[in-house]
């Protein structure tokens, strides 16, 4: 299972961030870590029986928010960084 530098390089355009050679090569070895490690997860996965799995996914673990963030603290950082918008929102390309 080895991700190829053309992979990196797709992955890094659809996340706007540009990498050097070796900034590259370090992913692709992080990337190989990454997908051995789902690859034995599903492994596992696949010995849980069906009826064990819905008992599984439907627990749900929540926390009390102690210390919330004033209420619109973020969002000109967060819409300053969309590639398009318009107002107080992001434009995105509209998908049927």
Known sequence: MSV???TIEK???LSRI???AEEKEKMRGEFDSILEYVAAISRISS???E???SII?????TRED???HESG???ESLLAAAPRRQEDYICVKKIL
């Open 73 to 75: 603290l973020y969002t």
């Open 11 to 13: 992955l890094a355009a």
């Open 47 to 49: 010995d849980i029986p």
């Open 57 to 61: 996914a439907s627990i749900n673990i």
């Open 66 to 68: 102690n210390e919330p």
């Open 4 to 6: 190829g530098i053309e």
């Open 18 to 20: 540009s990498l050097t």
């Open 51 to 53: 009826d064990a799995r």
